[in-house]
Each structure stands twice: as C-alpha cells, then as structure tokens.
Nanobody
C-alpha cells in the first residue's frame, strides 16, 4: 500500500513562511491527483491545494497567491510552500490523494503566532 509521510511544520510569526514536504513510497505523484489538506482545532478538514497528474494546480480561495503546491516526480515528494502566513493558517497539514482514499497519517503541525 502507498504510504505518505509529512514533514516541515513548525512555529512561525505572522507573515512568515513554511515549506511542507510529503514523501511518497511509490511513483504516484506524477500520475494521480494529490493534495494538501489541513485541519484546524474545532474545524473540519479542508483541501487547500491539489495538483493533477498533468501538472494543473488548484487552491482554495483563502490561500490563493500565498501557497504553492509542487512535486518532484523523480524524488516522489510533494511540497507546499506557504508564504505570508496568517494565524488562521494554523492547522495540522496532511497529504493524500484527491479524493482522500488513504488512511490519514499524523500530518505536520503548522502554527502561526506572534
């Protein structure tokens, strides 16, 4: 079964940046649609960005212009570059297929606070 492992979270001040990584156990990133999801405390999980097999990307309105999703097919790594971070971006970030057919991993915590 495909496994995904997230990393790169941390604590940053508002306006700061984080770069998240998602390492896949197989060569799937350049074939299937994969995305980054997040879940803030007390809120439902939401899909914030995804990239299709053909390279087209989509973002939820709240992160457009600030977040960039990218992949390295050779290394089987999915990235999420997050700039101009806001306290509302605080959440546990996870990667998964779109739709999310894999069991959820632990994710990586991103905290935006002064």
């Amino acid at each position: 079964q495909v496994q995904l492992a997230e990393s790169g979270g941390g604590l940053v001040q508002p306006g700061g940046s984080l770069r998240l990584s998602c390492a896949a156990s197989g060569r799937i990133l350049s074939i299937y649609t994969v995305g980054w999801y997040r879940q803030a405390p007390g809120k439902q999980r939401e899909l914030v960005a995804f990239i299709r097999g053909d390279g087209n990307t989509n973002y939820v309105d709240s992160v457009k212009g600030r977040f960039t999703i990218a992949r390295d097919g050779a290394k089987n790594i999915l990235y999420l570059q997050m700039n101009s971070l806001k306290p509302d971006d605080t959440a546990v970030y996870c990667c998964n297929f779109v739709p999310s057919v894999l069991p959820w991993g632990q994710g990586t915590q991103g905290t935006v606070s002064s």
